[in-house]
């Protein structure tokens, strides 16, 4: 007995030098891959990916902005744009838990103004509603002003645009359904959309950094280690603000919509929030479940998307849950393995340049 205790504790001893370098392996393989997307594609940003739980590659590749050269650092704040969808799907789940709203409810209960009949809250946050979008609404927005969720409710009240097919019917990935969403949590829960996920979400997980950020242009507000977004000007032949540039006037006007984007964070925050997915600390495991399963439309056929997730099956790597985000100037990505508990987070402020070849990349490397 005692040597067979002995033996075991041995072959653990040997697996666990083992470990560091295969680790170590790993990571030199990410740095060969990463050196090789940044030569080609100017990559900058932030990434970061976990096997098993736990942190194996965190770096920053590139400065917080062009202008100023400052370098980028795992503290670094990044807009993340349509992966914020998650936060706004979270914040009704724990809504519903609450018995502040279902999911089967009219959206109208809570806002009234809208024109459309048989829009439900899970039309929205499964993106089957069919409501217009809000930025390609028949009239123009007032270039000289950032219009905020009301003006979207306004807009949509007054003019009435067509719906794109009628509720459940299809699925067609929705802005307006999402800002919305944001509009309900704030009027189901009396507090606003900021201050809820704050208080329910991002304080409770201890993601410190991590909130919604609409102000830079409204009231100018400047948040220190700020990971600014740059776009490519090829008249320019180099990386500008897009505030700076005609074609991307919008970016100002769009600045006070919430719940589609918003949401502001950090590589090592965003870990947080993939690890408290796995446990009840939000909402009940059967919620979680419900966010990652396939909608199902009206002639019960599927589409691979759930609450804020799309959804896929992979052959070895097994389930996986992912969003990517894209507004001018930044481009965010976070995989999560669910099966495997591995995880991928890429966080950029000049659109994820050669994002693409990274995840693939690691992918290969996950199998």
């Known amino acids: 007995m005692k040597r067979f205790a002995l033996y075991g504790l041995l072959a653990v001893w040997i697996s666990g030098c083992r470990q560091p370098e295969k680790q170590d392996s790993f990571v030199a393989s990410m740095d060969s891959v990463m050196a090789a997307v940044v030569d080609s594609t100017q990559f900058n940003g932030n990434v970061l990916i976990a096997?098993?739980?736990?942190?194996?590659?965190?770096?920053?590749?590139?400065?917080?902005?062009?202008d100023t050269k400052e370098m980028l650092n795992d503290s670094t704040l990044f807009e993340l744009a349509s992966v914020s969808k998650q936060?706004?799907?979270?914040?009704?789940?724990?809504?519903?838990?609450?018995?502040?709203?279902?999911?089967s409810d009219d959206v109208r209960k809570y806002i009234p103004e809208l024109p459309y009949e048989g829009m439900t809250i899970?039309?929205?946050?499964?993106?089957?509603?069919?409501i217009p979008d809000y930025m390609g609404l028949d009239t123009k927005w007032d270039p000289k002003r950032i219009i905020f969720n009301p003006d979207i409710i306004e807009q949509l009240a007054r003019i009435k645009p067509a719906i794109l097919f009628k509720p459940g019917e299809k699925w067609e990935y929705s802005n307006t359904a999402y800002a919305l969403l944001a509009s309900i949590i704030a009027r189901a829960?009396?507090?606003?959309?900021?201050d809820f996920l704050a208080e329910n979400i991002f304080r409770p997980l201890e993601m410190k950094r991590t909130r919604t950020y609409n102000t830079r242009r409204s009231k100018n507000e400047i948040i220190p280690n700020y990971a600014v977004g740059f776009v490519y000007s090829d008249s320019l032949k180099r990386f500008m603000v897009p505030d700076s540039l005609k074609a991307y006037s919008y970016v100002y006007t769009l600045d006070g919509v919430q719940g589609d984007g918003i949401v502001n964070s950090t590589t090592p925050e965003l870990f947080l929030w993939d690890r408290a997915l796995y446990t009840e600390k939000l909402v009940k495991r059967a919620t979680l479940e419900e966010a990652f399963t396939p909608v199902k439309l009206n002639n019960d056929s599927t589409y691979n998307y759930g609450f804020g997730w799309a959804i896929v099956q992979d052959s070895v790597l097994g389930k996986i849950v992912q969003h990517?985000?894209?507004w001018p100037g930044y481009g965010t990505f976070i995989k999560?393995?669910?099966?495997?508990?591995?995880?991928?987070?890429?966080?950029?402020?000049?659109?994820?340049?050669?994002?693409?070849?990274?995840?693939k990349q690691v992918d290969k490397r996950l199998k």
């Open 336 to 359: 999560r393995y669910i099966d495997q508990d591995h995880c991928l987070i890429l966080l950029s402020n000049n659109e994820c340049r050669g994002c693409r070849t990274i995840v």
């Open 324 to 326: 990517s985000g894209g």
């Open 122 to 130: 899970r039309h929205f946050l499964t993106h089957t509603s069919g």
């Open 189 to 194: 829960s009396g507090k606003s959309y900021g």
């Open 87 to 103: 936060f706004t799907a979270m914040g009704i789940m724990m809504l519903k838990e609450r018995g502040l709203l279902d999911y």
């Open 51 to 66: 096997r098993k739980g736990k942190v194996v590659y965190q770096k920053s590749f590139g400065v917080a902005s062009y």
